[in-house]
């Protein structure tokens, strides 16, 4: 919660907002709005460099206190803000649908220190990120969308159905939401739409390259993993679908490092199948 630590919401004092953000949206052809996010502390921090929250202002505007879902906007202001993220892929982004580890449903985003400490060993010049998923490739079997402006969409070879958005990141005048962002944006929150109106949890992650800015969208089945007794009880969110797990005893650490596969098998487990079926439906949305 953002207000207070009592008993009930607005107990207490506010949390502390640790900065202000200011994201250009396209809000017709030749025209562009300002739309403000604000930082806190995450206090239960998955990392010990850092954890924020990110979230609307909800400051004289109620049209910000909504449910845990992406709006068109929501979309576009984290593309831009993936895009700025300096030194490249030193930030990871990231959106927890109801059902796909969000714990609170107010509107909220994640933003933590990129790589994580298990992954520093894991980074190299093609995967600066560490990740599974951002090391993982297009599906050979499923040809890639090329929007106009330069915007890239596939279909991952992965356990978890996902689809990759990928668009140049260019440099321009400041106060200016760059062409290939407003695309991207577009583009990913018609993909966030179709999962939304699948009715189907859903994770989304960004991040940057020194040339390029990117998105994942993990398309889930479940909240958690019916496989076993102790997986059942971990929460899959976006860490989990990028390939790093957070366990929460003693028994799922066992477990992982015991049982060649387990996490593998998770993801497997929670992904929307037949992954096929799902990207035409994505095709079919974006060629509208």
């Known amino acids: 919660r953002l207000f207070g630590y009592g008993e009930f919401h607005g107990d207490g004092n506010a949390r502390h907002r640790v900065a202000s953000l200011n994201a250009l949206v396209s809000s017709g052809e030749t025209s562009a709005t300002m739309h403000g996010w604000d930082v806190y502390h995450n206090i239960s921090p998955i990392d010990p ?138 583009a990913l929150s018609t993909i966030v739409q179709l999962a939304q109106k699948m009715q189907v949890p859903h994770n989304v992650a960004w991040t940057n390259k020194p040339t390029s800015v990117e998105a994942y969208v993990f398309f889930r089945s479940r909240s958690q993993s019916s496989i076993g007794d102790t997986p059942s009880m971990l929460r899959c969110g976006a860490s989990e679908m990028l390939g790093i797990f957070l366990t929460s005893s003693r028994e799922q650490l066992d477990l992982f490092a015991g049982r060649k596969g387990a996490m593998e098998q998770i993801l497997r487990d929670v992904s929307l199948e037949p992954r096929e079926l799902v990207w035409k439906d994505v095709c079919a949305a974006l060629s509208v």
């Open 49 to 186: 460099r850092g954890h924020f929250l990110l979230l609307p202002t909800m400051e004289n505007s109620e049209d910000n206190w909504r449910d845990q879902s992406l709006a068109r906007s929501d979309c576009q202001c984290m593309t831009y803000f993936a895009s700025t993220i300096h030194p490249p892929g030193s930030m990871m982004l990231s959106f927890n649908s109801v059902g796909a580890g969000a714990s609170q449903n107010h509107i909220h985003c994640h933003a933590w220190v990129s790589p994580p400490p298990p992954l520093l060993d894991h980074v190299d010049a093609d995967n600066i990120h560490g990740y599974a998923a951002t090391a993982a490739k297009a599906s050979s079997e499923h040809t890639p969308l090329n929007l106009p402006r330069g915007t890239t969409i596939l279909l991952l070879e992965y356990p978890c159905t996902c689809v990759k958005l990928s668009s140049v990141s260019s440099v321009e005048e400041a106060g200016t939401l760059p062409a290939t962002i407003e695309e991207m944006g577009e």
